[in-house]
């Protein structure tokens, strides 16, 4: 093979390298069409799940739940989520609240509501969005004194757990629910 010949081979491989690097970038990132989160539940919209492995969860448990912790991050494993922080109260029962940050997709949220609920007792309390990391998630925690917490009613969960609602629109209500003053008594 003469020079002029490898170099044309050269320049056409330079030019067909990124196109089909790109291709094959956009197959890799195109979404499923349906997934389901390990409670069986679907999970619409949800595709790429890289971005979970950015979240946090940090889960306080009665010492009655000893015994579920591996299950809980199994269920939140499922969704790509691994960086889990179980904790134990030593006496009593942490606190039912539950909080999301801004970058927490719907079907994420949902699922953590249903864990809460399971596990922790119920939901009584949200945090507020604003106070909190993007990509994070907070189940019983203590982080806020009980004035920045904001009564969750169950109609509230309902309409948080709707299966149909993208993550801005879990975020617009999630949002508006938890954009309150402090409930500060006088």
């Known amino acids: 093979m ?3 010949n490898m170099l044309y081979l050269v320049i056409v491989g330079l030019f067909f390298a990124p196109i089909s690097a790109h291709v ?5 990132a195109e979404p499923a069409t349906r997934m389901e989160t390990a409670s069986g539940q679907a999970a619409p919209g949800a595709g790429d799940r890289s971005e979970n492995k950015k979240i946090l969860v940090e889960i306080y448990l009665s010492p009655e739940q000893k015994e579920n912790i591996e299950p809980i991050k199994k269920e939140f494993a499922a969704l790509s989520i691994t ?5 134990l109260f030593r006496k009593g029962h942490p606190p039912r609240n539950i909080g999301f940050g801004k970058e927490i997709p719907a079907d994420v949220a949902r699922e953590a509501i249903r864990l809460a609920t399971t596990y922790n007792d119920g939901i009584e309390f949200f945090l507020p969005e604003k106070r909190l990391a993007a990509h994070y998630i907070g189940i019983g925690v203590s982080i806020f004194d009980e004035a920045f917490q904001i ?3 169950p109609e509230d969960l309902k ?12 975020h617009e ?5 938890t954009d309150q003053p402090p409930r500060i008594n006088r």
Request: net charge positive; no cysteine.
């Open 173 to 177: 209500i999630y949002h508006k629910l």
């Open 24 to 28: 094959l970038s956009v197959r890799a």
């Open 159 to 170: 309409r948080l757990s709707d299966l149909t609602l993208t993550t801005p629109q879990f």
């Open 151 to 153: 009564p969750a009613s």
């Open 2 to 4: 003469n020079n002029q």
């Open 83 to 87: 960086k889990v922080r179980p904790q």
